[in-house]
């Protein structure tokens, strides 16, 4: 059974930086699109970084995260990152990881198969 399991949002000032962590078990992710959603409250859940486990490492952000945030992968972990830097009130929502097993990098949140539970991630002003 694939689990997702996100770690590392908290509380963090304007300006702040946090990293999230995606560990990844029970399925074959070699081929995988990885992802990172966010929801905020009344809001939709909006994409907000994608990369492929392949060696090429295929990256795709959000326009409002650009220059901002950045998404990796340890394959020998099975966990992607997101550094989260220069952060915005705006930012403020709960970060999804979810698992795509096409081997297209999709930004809509209903290709993706596998989903964590979420974190929460809160930047003061």
């Known amino acids: 059974q694939v689990q997702l399991v996100e770690s590392g949002g908290g509380l963090v000032q304007a300006g702040g930086s946090l990293r999230l962590s995606c560990a990844a078990s029970?399925?074959?992710?070699?081929?995988?699109?990885m992802g990172w959603f966010r929801q905020a409250p009344g809001k939709e859940r909006e994409f907000v970084a994608g990369?492929?486990?392949?060696?090429?490492?295929?990256?795709r952000y959000a326009d409002s995260v650009k220059g901002r945030f950045t998404i990796s992968r340890d394959n020998a972990k099975n966990t992607v990152y997101l550094q989260m830097n220069a952060l915005k009130p705006e930012d403020t929502a709960v970060y999804y990881c979810?698992?795509?097993?096409?081997?297209?990098?999709?930004?809509?949140?209903?290709?993706?198969?596998?989903w964590g539970q979420g974190t929460q991630v809160t930047v003061s002003s």
């Open positions: 979810a698992a795509d097993r096409s081997t297209v990098l999709r930004v809509a949140a209903k290709f993706y198969d596998y």
């Open positions: 029970g399925g074959t992710f070699s081929s995988y699109a």
């Open positions: 990369i492929r486990w392949s060696l090429i490492g295929t990256t």
